[in-house]
Nanobody, 121 residues
Framework: QVQLVESGGGLVQAGGSLRLSCAASGGTFSNYYMGWFRQAPGKEREFVGRISRSGHSTYYADSVKGRFTISRDNAKNTVYLQMNSLKAEDTAVYYC??????????????WGQGTQVTVSS
C-alpha cells in the first residue's frame, strides 16, 4: 500500500558526503517506521539505521554511527539518509524500507528499488 522511490545516490570520494532521499506514496507516511539497509557486492543485505514514526527516535548500526543521520519530513512524505565521512566500505546499493507495525527488518514488506552509492579511495 506504500511505494518507495529512492534518489540521491552517486559517486563520491572518501571523506565526502551524500544525501539519499526516499519518497513515499500510496500510504499514510506517518504511520510507518522507516529504515535504511544496504547491500555491498558479494555481501548480504545489512541494517544501516531506522527512525520512528514521529522522527523523534533513531538508531544506527555501529559501522555508521556518528557518520550517518536519518531524518524524516512527514509533511513531504520523505525520509533521508545523510551520509558524511564516507568510506570505501560504504559502497553499496542502499534501500529504504517501511513497516507499518514494527521496526523495519529484512522481513518488512515495503522496499524501495535501491540507489547505488560508490565511494572512491
Amino acid at each position: 500500500q506504500v511505494q518507495l522511490v529512492e534518489s540521491g545516490g552517486g559517486l563520491v570520494q572518501a571523506g565526502g558526503s551524500l544525501r539519499l532521499s526516499c519518497a513515499a506514496s500510496g500510504g499514510t507516511f506517518s504511520n510507518y517506521y522507516m529504515g535504511w539497509f544496504r547491500q555491498a557486492p558479494g555481501k548480504e543485505r545489512e541494517f544501516v539505521g531506522r527512525i520512528s514514526r514521529s522522527g523523534h527516535s533513531t538508531y544506527y548500526a555501529d559501522s555508521v554511527k556518528g557518520r550517518f543521520t536519518i531524518s524524516r519530513d512527514n509533511a513531504k512524505n520523505t525520509v533521508y539518509l545523510q551520509m558524511n565521512s564516507l568510506k570505501a566500505e560504504d559502497t553499496a546499493v542502499y534501500y529504504c524500507v517501511a513497516d507499518r507495525t514494527r521496526l523495519p527488518t529484512l522481513t518488512s514488506d515495503y522496499w524501495g528499488q535501491g540507489t547505488q552509492v560508490t565511494v572512491s579511495s
